[in-house]
């Protein structure tokens, strides 16, 4: 099994910058596709970002591009989720998630394991 803990999470006001971790234990996830997703009050979970095992492809939701960056350093079983110009709509719960499979990045049914979420909340 794999365990995933997500941590970073906070207050901050829009414009500015948080950086979220995630690190597994249990197994190492160093050639699992890890993501991040988020749900907001009231909505869906929804995609973020994905990466894959090397790190050689990146995906992103478009309401993100260009102001996130995720990124992994597998030595530590870790990756991580750099947000900046934050908006008051990426105030959410952020989940980080796990998938020994290399496709369909974006779907939630394509992830085996979760983290508990990190609440960012961004104000205006």
């Known amino acids: 099994q794999v365990q995933l803990v997500e941590s970073g999470g906070g207050l901050v006001q829009a414009g500015g910058s948080l950086r979220l971790s995630c690190e597994a234990s249990?197994?190492?996830?160093?050639?699992?596709?890890m993501a991040w997703f988020r749900q907001a009050p009231g909505k869906e979970r929804e995609f973020v970002a994905a990466?894959?095992?090397?790190?050689?492809?990146?995906d992103y939701a478009d309401s993100v591009k260009g102001r996130f960056a995720i990124s992994r350093d597998n030595a530590k079983d870790s990756v991580y989720l750099q947000m900046n110009n934050l908006l008051p709509e990426d105030t959410a719960v952020y989940y980080c998630?796990?998938?020994?499979?290399?496709?369909?990045?974006?779907?939630?049914?394509?992830?085996?394991?979760w983290g508990q979420g990190t609440q960012v909340t961004v104000s205006s």
């Open positions: 249990g197994r190492t996830v160093s050639r699992y596709t």
């Open positions: 990466i894959s095992w090397n790190a050689g492809s990146t």
């Open positions: 998630a796990a998938t020994p499979r290399s496709w369909n990045w974006a779907q939630l049914y394509e992830y085996n394991y």
